[in-house]
């Protein structure tokens, strides 16, 4: 069966284009049945699944936005693929409600499969930035389940301009930060890389598609970085029985 990872597609109703091309792009892969990570950032700002319950009475068009991508990964799944999401870091609050409607599992921040053969570490991402101080201090108290018990007590126009928020500022304060910071610290790889007993790690988040060769104790490893969707174009990995490949590719691809 063949494997497909995605990641950092940030789904909003403010960029149809992307939505549009991952809806062909899973369409044109799930005929057959394949198992499909999506690995975090599936869509830009998660306030909860009760946002579901709007459907079209959302004036921003994000209740409808999930609703139609759940359908749509249902569909996939009652073909037979296997679906499983894990958190980002723009959509922690994602829960098992938005996963039963899409017949997909939630995934631990880190999950060890089998891949062409081979162990391979999943993860979003974000918690190897450990040079970046702000977003860990910021990271710890969002994964809290005290602090997420209380915004998804928030009425929902609250948690949606709090949502806002969060992204102006994490704009505000990323433009402000060296590139190097908002990459991830090769120390705390390789000590994750070595806790899971693996040489290949597949993570997201960054924005900076890459194969990256490593040197682990013992042996050679592989850090492969999956990169964000755009209008334009996407990024997969497509694994068989005995290997995978991080490929970009263009919508228009989708419809030839």
Same mark, same amino acid.
């Given at each position: 069966?063949?494997?497909?990872?995605?990641?950092?597609?940030?789904?909003?109703?403010?960029?149809?284009?992307?939505?549009?091309?991952? $809806?062909? /792009?899973?369409?044109?892969?799930?005929?057959?049945?394949?198992?499909?990570?999506? $690995?975090?950032?599936?869509?830009?700002? /998660?306030?909860?699944?009760?946002?579901?319950?709007?459907?079209?009475?959302?004036?921003?068009?994000?209740?409808? =936005?999930?609703?139609?991508?759940?359908?749509?990964?249902?569909?996939? &799944?009652?073909?037979?693929?296997?679906?499983?999401?894990?958190?980002?870091?723009?959509?922690? =609050? $994602?829960?098992?409600?938005?996963?039963?409607?899409?017949?997909?599992?939630?995934?631990?921040?880190?999950?060890?499969?089998?891949?062409? !053969?081979?162990?391979?570490? $999943?993860?979003?991402?974000? &918690?190897?930035?450990?040079?970046?101080?702000?977003?860990?201090?910021?990271?710890?108290?969002?994964?809290?389940?005290? /602090?997420?018990? !209380?915004?998804?007590?928030?009425?929902?126009?609250?948690?949606?301009?709090?949502?806002?928020?969060?992204?102006?500022?994490?704009?505000?304060?990323? &433009?402000? *930060?060296?590139?190097?910071?908002?990459?991830?610290?090769?120390?705390?790889?390789?000590?994750?890389?070595?806790?899971?007993?693996?040489?290949?790690?597949?993570?997201?988040?960054?924005?900076?598609?890459?194969?990256?060769?490593?040197?682990?104790?013992?042996?050679?490893? *592989?850090?492969?970085?999956?990169?964000? /969707?755009?209008?334009?174009?996407?990024?997969?990995?497509?694994?068989?029985?005995?290997?995978?490949?991080?490929? *970009?590719? &263009?919508?228009?691809?989708?419809?030839?």
């Amino acid at each position: 069966m063949t494997t497909l990872l995605i990641s950092d597609l940030h789904l909003h109703p403010a960029a149809p284009e992307i939505t549009e091309g991952f $809806l062909a /792009w899973l369409e044109r892969n799930t005929q057959t049945p394949v198992t499909l990570y999506i $690995l975090g950032d599936f869509f830009d700002a /998660w306030i909860g699944d009760d946002l579901m319950a709007l459907g079209d009475q959302d004036p921003t068009g994000h209740a409808a =936005l999930a609703n139609m991508v759940a359908s749509r990964l249902r569909g996939a &799944s009652e073909r037979g693929c296997r679906i499983y999401l894990m958190h980002g870091n723009r959509d922690f =609050l $994602l829960g098992e409600q938005f996963a039963a409607a899409a017949g997909a599992e939630l995934l631990p921040e880190s999950c060890v499969i089998e891949l062409a !053969g081979q162990p391979v570490l $999943l993860m979003h991402g974000d &918690s190897l930035c450990t040079r970046d101080e702000a977003y860990m201090a910021f990271r710890a108290q969002a994964r809290n389940p005290e /602090w997420q018990a !209380g915004v998804l007590a928030l009425p929902i126009p609250e948690r949606l301009a709090l949502a806002q928020r969060m992204r102006e500022q994490s704009g505000e304060a990323n &433009s402000n *930060k060296a590139e190097d910071i908002m990459d991830v610290t090769p120390d705390e790889v390789i000590r994750v890389m070595q806790d899971h007993q693996v040489t290949t790690l597949i993570h997201g988040h960054t924005h900076r598609p890459a194969v990256h060769e490593l040197s682990l104790a013992d042996d050679q490893g *592989k850090r492969v970085v999956l990169g964000d /969707w755009s209008r334009e174009h996407g990024w997969e990995i497509r694994a068989d029985a005995n290997q995978f490949e991080l490929r *970009k590719f &263009s919508f228009t691809e989708l419809s030839d």
